[in-house]
């Protein structure tokens, strides 16, 4: 296993036992792992990204710390990936397909898919015209999948 690795895995972990914060010093990690302070750096920097979910603030100086904050988990951050893969157009199909697969994952409970389908429904949705229900569908789709997410 690389060094960087073992450092991002232990500050997962210190991130798992913060409650989604952990606040580190980039001397003393260095020392920990007998790696110089810049390698330290180059983990946050590249592993705890706003991308990847996370939020970094730092204070330098004698006294200096760097705070590290997850700001989504694994199961959010797929759910709005999941949402904005959604096109401007999603037939009952490509939901009820969608949707089963969000399930499988486990990223949805079943009620939820059960709900999300019925309110994408074309029954639901009988009062738009059939050209436009499609749009509607996906609109609905992305914004019930990100309500979910957040």
Known sequence: ??????????????????GGVAEV????????????PSQIN???????????????????G???YIRIVRL???????LLQAARSIGGRLTQNDAARLTRALVSAELLTQR????????????????????DRNILRASIFRCAIMGLAT
């Not at 989504?72 to 797929?78: E, G, I, P």
């Not at 939820?112 to 050209?131: F, K, M, T």
Request: glycine content about 10%; overall charge negative.
């Open 42 to 60: 180059y983990v946050i920097e590249t592993r705890f990204t706003p991308e990847h979910g996370y939020l970094v603030e730092s204070q330098r």
């Open 112 to 131: 939820e898919g059960q709900l999300l389908l019925s309110a994408c429904s074309d029954g639901a949705l009988a009062e738009v015209a059939e050209n």
């Open 72 to 78: 989504m988990d694994s199961k959010q951050r797929t």
């Open 25 to 36: 010093q980039r001397k003393s990690l260095a020392d920990r792992f007998s790696c110089v």
């Open 62 to 64: 004698g006294g200096g």
């Open 1 to 18: 296993m690389k060094m960087s690795d073992v450092i991002a895995d232990f500050i997962g972990e210190m991130l798992s036992e913060g």
